[in-house]
């Protein structure tokens, strides 16, 4: 079974410009999550779909992120304009349903904001 | 979801049991106990989880105790390929939106 794919799985940008990030979920998987980790911290959840709505995004800094999931399949999470502190690792991640016991992770993009 | 609990690092011989605690204090009676682990470089990926009996799989053992307010995660022969962030996350799948909330974790280092 292929597993969560992620790309790029590096990105360097320039502080105010914009970048974007592709997730393709495991086949079949409804639920899909972004999560932000910082260096030294654990993840940290930015958004869930639920199919191509949005069940959760109270953490998602919306003035500057957005994320979208058009026919329930892949996502996008984009930044528009990058801030140095959003540098870190964008993961992704996927479920059968909300109420699965096990999300399945992609490797994430390492993003730097110099 | 409740809070939990870890030591920040801990060290282990390798061929040997691993044992890692967590403390969630304030746990309710429907939330679940989840382990997940991070290795270098990688996501997050699924252990073990449980609600108020021990589990077992293949990878490790979840003891919870009887008041439910801590549980231990054991690596029976840990090896060194187990070096990883351990989390561990308290939550209830059954509530609306069912997120996984991470913590700071506990650093394993499998040493030889």
């Known amino acids: 079974e292929a597993g969560v794919a992620q790309s790029p799985r590096y990105k360097i940008i320039e502080k105010r410009q914009s970048v974007a990030f592709w997730c393709n979920p495991i086949s079949g998987h409804a639920t899909l999550y972004w999560y932000q980790q910082i260096l030294g911290q654990g993840p940290k959840l930015l958004i869930q779909f639920q199919n191509n709505g949005v069940v959760d995004d109270s953490q998602l800094p919306k003035d500057r992120f957005s994320a979208e999931r058009l026919k329930g399949v892949d996502s996008t999470l984009k930044i528009q304009p990058a801030k140095l502190e959003d540098s870190a690792v964008y993961l992704c991640?996927?479920?059968?349903?909300?109420?699965?016991?096990?999300?399945?992770f992609g490797q994430g993009t390492r993003l730097t904001v110099v | 979801d409740a809070k939990t609990t870890q030591p920040t690092s801990m060290d282990c011989a390798e061929g040997r049991a691993a044992n890692l605690p967590c403390n969630h204090s304030t746990i309710s009676g429907n939330e679940y106990v989840y382990w997940y682990r991070q290795i270098h470089s990688q996501g997050p990926q699924y252990i073990i989880h449980?609600?108020?009996n021990n589990e077992t799989n293949e990878m490790a053992s979840l003891i919870i105790t009887e008041d439910r307010k801590s549980s231990t995660l054991i690596l029976p022969h840990a090896t060194l390929r187990d070096t990883a962030v351990y989390y561990c996350?308290?939550?209830?799948?059954?509530?609306?939106?069912?997120?996984?909330?991470f913590g700071g974790g506990t650093r394993l280092m499998v040493k030889p």
């Open positions: 991640a996927s479920s059968p349903g909300p109420q699965n016991t096990e999300a399945f």
């Open positions: 996350i308290v939550r209830a799948p059954l509530r609306a939106g069912n997120m996984l909330t």
């Open positions: 449980g609600l108020k």
